[in-house]
């Protein structure tokens, strides 16, 4: 159990060299926080501007849907896919304790298909979507193909 006198002995024995080792591994750990948080609300506004780009191609409507946070795009693609029904389904079932881990594997498979077909719809190949599943490069290169589909001209 940790008690205050515990903590005040800990304090007292730590020395000037302890102390500053503890603060700088603090500021870095502080400094990468900040740096995910920024990289975050980037890639948060690309993406909607994105799917709201994507929606405005394929004429669906509210393309303002893209801004709601994590489910957005999925509203959007799941439209644009014609199976409005799943989103809400799935993110019910995220609610039901134990059973909430098996939604969250299918709404995963579901967004894969809902990009795919979001992709095709836009004229561009549906694979693209699959490069999710790949971490990091991925990511980094589905984005990229993201900003292609909702600006790039249609062929």
Request: charged residues 5%.
């Amino acid at each position: 159990m940790i008690t205050f006198a515990s903590l005040t002995g800990l304090a007292e024995s730590l020395t000037q060299a302890d102390a500053t080792l503890v603060g700088a591994f603090l500021g870095v750990i502080m400094a990468f926080l900040i740096l995910f948080l920024i990289i975050g609300i980037a890639v948060y506004i690309y993406s909607a501007l994105a799917f709201m780009a994507i929606a405005k191609k394929t004429r669906t409507e509210p393309a303002g849907i893209a801004w709601i946070p994590l489910v957005g795009p999925a509203i959007i693609s799941s439209r644009i896919a014609q199976m409005h029904w799943w989103p809400i389904l799935l993110l019910i079932g995220f609610l039901i304790p134990f059973v909430g881990m098996l939604f969250v594997l299918a709404y995963s498979i579901f967004s894969i298909i809902w990009m795919w077909k979001t992709f095709e719809a836009v004229n561009r190949p549906g694979w693209w979507a699959i490069l999710v599943i790949i971490p990091l490069v991925g990511w980094i290169i589905f984005l990229i193909l993201l900003g292609v589909a909702a600006w790039g001209n249609k062929t």
